[in-house]
Antibody, heavy 122, light 107 residues
Framework: QITLKESGPTLVKPTQTLTLTCSFS??????????VGWIRQPPGKALEWLAVMYWDADQRYSPSLKSRLTITKDTSKSQVVLLMTNMDPLDTATYYC??????????????WGQGAQVTVSS | DIQMTQSPSSLSASVGDRVTITCRASLSVSSFLNWYQQRPGKAPKLLIYAASSLQNGVPPRFSGGGSGTDFTLTISSLQPEDFATYYCQQSYSIPFTFGPGTKVDIK
């Protein structure tokens, strides 16, 4: 059974760096094809893909946010960490951790965490 | 970036109705198109992948079609638990992009 869970601060101040951790179980990030990524959703708005880390350490980022994002993995701890620098109130959103696999045609996000609400405010 | 649009943005329907939602990509995404359902306050759930493949555990009243730039999600007989927002998403090229969503509510 695959599960993912996000953890991190619920409130950050403008200009601060956000650190979110995704802890997962039921799969290994060392298995070929496996990826763990991040997607966010501002209140009342649509979903926005941010980044993904694959089993082979291949990292992909949204070009519009690439300068502010860093994704890392700790395979032994079954964790993926997302750093987002220079936070702004417009970054207020629910941040989801997701599983996908290059072994599945169309790379769907087939498992989702429950989401972590992050508010950016002074 | 590949832009995704959906129509309608919202619709009202009754239990038992057949509902079709359309998704259009600004460039061809082949069959790299997925559909998700999101109920209020919950994480999205994968329904359809590769345009027409039903995710394990999803009821067969859901079906997907299309390729290239035009896609559809059809619910053959709407059930009470289907009232939600539906998103399409392309995974053909980075950045992976989502449509703006279609909200299905009770008439």
């Amino acid at each position: 059974q695959i599960t993912l869970k996000e953890s991190g601060p619920t409130l950050v101040k403008p200009t601060q760096t956000l650190t979110l951790t995704c802890s997962f179980s039921g799969f290994s990030l060392s298995a070929p094809g496996v990826g763990v990524g991040w997607i966010r959703q501002p209140p009342g708005k649509a979903l926005e893909w941010l980044a993904v880390m694959y089993w082979d350490a291949d990292q992909r980022y949204s070009p519009s946010l690439k300068s502010r994002l860093t994704i890392t993995k700790d395979t032994s701890k079954s964790q993926v960490v997302l750093l987002m620098t220079n936070m702004d109130p417009l970054d207020t959103a629910t941040y989801y951790c997701v599983h996908n696999s290059r072994s599945t045609v169309s790379l769907p996000f087939d498992y989702w965490g429950q989401g972590a609400q992050v508010t950016v405010s002074s | 970036d590949i832009q995704m649009t959906q129509s309608p943005s919202s619709l009202s329907a009754s239990v038992g109705d057949r509902v079709t939602i359309t998704c259009r990509a600004s460039l061809s995404v082949s069959s790299f198109l997925n559909w998700y359902q999101q109920r209020p306050g919950k994480a999205p759930k994968l329904l359809i992948y590769a345009a027409s493949s039903l995710q394990n555990g999803v009821p067969p009243r859901f079906s997907g079609g299309g390729s290239g730039t035009d896609f559809t999600l059809t619910i053959s007989s709407l059930q009470p638990e289907d009232f939600a927002t539906y998103y399409c998403q392309q995974s053909y090229s980075i950045p992976f992009t989502f449509g703006p969503g279609t909200k299905v509510d009770i008439k």
